[in-house]
């Protein structure tokens, strides 16, 4: 499975962006997807996932409310729209997938993605 994110940018705090996380390869809908990010000097850190029908999505405590994941299998992208936006949501977004399925303890796991996205990049300023 090959992985592009797309739709970074600058944007100002309160601001919107939305990522699309486009799949191609073997079965791509097959796979639960998550987002991560990672902030300048900081590990990358558990966004959002959304399995494999779109039927549960999780969150990070600090985007919920804030970021909504989505996804439309039949264009095989997954998308992350991003309101509210604030300066420490400045990070290079990555989309993952690994699994077909992930458990609620599972799906902010670094470690169980085993393909992911080259990144792009989103800064906000205050």
């Known amino acids: 499975v090959q992985l592009q994110a797309c739709g970074g940018g600058l944007a100002q705090a309160g601001g919107s962006l939305r990522l699309s996380c486009q799949a191609s390869?073997?079965?791509?809908?097959?796979?639960?997807v998550g987002w991560f990010r990672q902030g300048p000097g900081k590990e990358r850190e558990f966004v959002a996932h959304?399995?494999?029908?779109?039927?549960?999505?999780y969150y990070a405590d600090s985007v919920k409310g804030r970021f909504t994941i989505s996804r439309d299998n039949a264009k095989n992208t997954v998308y992350l729209q991003m309101n509210s936006l604030k300066p420490e949501d400045t990070a290079v977004y990555y989309c993952a997938a690994g699994r077909k399925y992930y458990t609620d303890y599972e799906v902010s796991s670094v470690r169980l993605y085993d393909y992911w996205g080259q990144g792009t990049l989103v800064t906000v300023s205050s």
């Open positions: 959304i399995s494999r029908i779109g039927g549960s999505t």
């Open positions: 390869g073997r079965a791509p809908t097959k796979y639960g």
